[in-house]
């Protein structure tokens, strides 16, 4: 049997079409691939995105903003040294993009400038840091991303 260059241009859409369906499915159905959204209320989240955004102009405004660095056994977030302790209130979040479960927030009670997170808290990889604070009622925003 001859196959004609028609024929032969059909078959060859087919295979294709058949092969990009085959690949979707997959994607679609393995339990390995995470479709969920990065937050669970994003539409929400983003009504409040011009306040971050106050917030974060408001830190970068500060004679000396907030400063975070790996030590020997975990990471330390430090203070601005000028501002009373008493007035800081807020939250520290560290957000993990690729597994939720390691998430963690701790509730801003500063005894010290200095926050020490330890070695046991702090899974190898990537991290955002996000501290919601507020001083004399002023919102302010620190991120960063880092690599532990």
Known sequence: MKINWG???????ALF??????LVINMLTDKKFNH??????????????QEEID??????????????????????????????LSKISGNLNFYRPSDENLDFNIP???TSYQI??????????????NIHWEYEETPYLYKNEIVY
């Open 55 to 84: 917030a974060e102009t408001n830190a970068f405004a500060l004679e000396e903003n907030i400063s975070d660095r790996r030590v020997e056994n975990g990471w330390i977030i430090e203070f601005p040294e000028y501002l009373e």
């Open 36 to 49: 969920d959204l990065v937050t669970e209320e994003y539409y929400q989240k983003e009504l409040y995105y």
């Open 116 to 129: 020490f997170i330890k070695d046991e808290q702090l899974k190898k990889g990537r991290w955002n840091i």
């Open 108 to 110: 801003l009670k500063l």
């Open 7 to 13: 024929t032969g241009i059909v078959i060859g859409m």
């Open 17 to 22: 079409i058949s092969f990009i369906l085959y």
